[in-house]
């Protein structure tokens, strides 16, 4: 049944990737394992964890790269697997696009931005002639970036933070409703992260665009998230409003991931400088074990239930 709070709804998401080596024994690795959240239309769901903890995986299954082995994903209601004609599936890998880490990867070095925008236009809302070259100039300038020194450019020309705002503008021609934005700032200057994440959370307040952030920084999360969910080996072990988990976290191991960001307010409890390594391969050991169980901390505050370390 169709919930309207929701744009997209995960539910019990399991992905396990079967490897079969030339050599050595085949293994399974569960990427995602049990998954349940859902992001509100017109706000922002920020996955946070270290590397390997799955928000790949998770952003690319939402973006139907891949079948879940077992599990749903459903999008305004609409089981996303389940969608069998031609038609339903292009229109949700319309309405649901992905902006990576390296801005370069998605943009053609042989054509100009202006192409870039252009196609999408041509292709999805079917422009041509006058109104295509209004609505190039329209969504370049929705990014902030200037149409006329920025659309007869080629991608090794503009900067990785214009470059990561023409994927955004792209985006934006598309018709994009959600954004599956992978690490976008991880690789720009550290000098011009804000104000791409700045310009993401203006597309989510004047355009409505949804997004799912997808990051290992948790400073980088409060900036756009209206929720937050931290992601290790797989699991979300707690989640709930930035506020509330970054202020009062409870699980050990967004305490872990909280004592990486340089404020001494919010310190792991107890380790110096000696301890930490230890300290934290324990954290992570406990975090590996998933309860089913969960506590609600305080309303829209949720940890799943650990063994004390
Ligand atoms: N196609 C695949 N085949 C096999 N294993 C995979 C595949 N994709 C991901 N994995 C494994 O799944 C786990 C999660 O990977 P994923 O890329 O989702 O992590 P991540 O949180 O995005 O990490 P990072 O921060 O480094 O990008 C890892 O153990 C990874 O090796
Ligand atoms: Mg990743």
């Known amino acids: 049944m169709q919930q309207v709070s929701e744009l997209l709804r995960i539910e019990g998401a399991t992905k396990i990737f079967h490897m079969k080596p030339m050599l050595g024994?085949?293994?399974?690795?569960?990427?995602?394992?049990?998954?349940?959240?859902?992001?509100?239309?017109?706000?922002?769901?920020?996955?946070?964890?270290?590397?390997?903890?799955?928000?790949?995986?998770?952003?690319?299954?939402?973006?139907?790269?891949?079948?879940?082995s077992s599990g749903?994903?459903?999008?305004?209601?609409?089981?996303?697997?389940?969608?069998r004609s031609h038609a339903e599936k292009l229109d949700y890998l319309r309405s649901v696009q992905m902006v990576f880490q390296d801005p370069f990867s998605a943009l053609n070095p042989a054509h100009t931005i202006r192409h870039h925008l252009e196609r999408p236009l041509m292709l999805h809302r079917k422009l041509r002639g006058e109104a295509l070259d209004s609505a190039?100039?329209?969504?370049?300038?929705?990014?902030?970036?200037?149409?006329?020194?920025?659309?007869?450019?080629?991608?090794?020309?503009?900067?990785?933070?214009?470059?990561?705002?023409?994927?955004?503008?792209?985006?934006?021609?598309?018709?994009?409703?959600?954004?599956i934005a992978d690490e976008p700032t991880s690789m720009l200057d550290v000098s011009i992260r804000r104000s791409v994440l700045d310009l993401m959370r203006r597309m989510k307040e004047t355009r409505s665009i949804t997004f799912l952030y997808i990051t290992h920084d948790i400073a980088t999360a409060?900036?756009?998230?209206?929720?937050?969910?931290?992601?290790?080996?797989?699991?979300?072990?707690e989640w709930g409003?930035?506020?509330?988990?970054?202020?009062?976290?409870?699980?050990?191991?967004?305490?872990?991931?909280?004592?990486?960001?340089?404020?001494p307010a919010i310190k792991l409890d107890g380790t110096g400088a000696k301890s930490f390594a230890s300290e934290a391969q324990a954290v992570r050991a406990l975090a590996r074990k998933a309860s089913p169980e969960v506590m609600e901390v305080q309303p829209g505050h949720?940890?799943?239930?650990?063994?004390?370390?």
């Open 136 to 179: 190039v100039q329209e969504v370049c300038s929705d990014v902030e970036l200037d149409p006329a020194v920025t659309l007869e450019k080629y991608p090794h020309e503009l900067s990785g933070g214009q470059r990561q705002r023409v994927n955004l503008a792209r985006a934006l021609a598309v018709g994009a409703e959600l954004i």
């Open 25 to 68: 024994a085949a293994h399974e690795v569960v990427a995602l394992n049990n998954i349940s959240l859902s992001i509100r239309p017109g706000k922002a769901l920020a996955v946070v964890g270290e590397s390997g903890s799955g928000k790949s995986t998770l952003g690319r299954a939402v973006a139907r790269l891949f079948q879940l």
């Open 241 to 263: 409003t930035p506020n509330l988990v970054i202020s009062n976290p409870q699980h050990p191991y967004t305490k872990l991931l909280l004592s990486a960001v340089p404020d």
């Open 302 to 309: 949720f940890v799943r239930k650990f063994d004390p370390i």
């Open 222 to 237: 409060q900036f756009i998230a209206d929720d937050i969910a931290i992601m290790y080996a797989g699991q979300v072990v």
């Open 72 to 83: 749903t994903i459903a999008f305004k209601g609409r089981d996303i697997a389940g969608m």
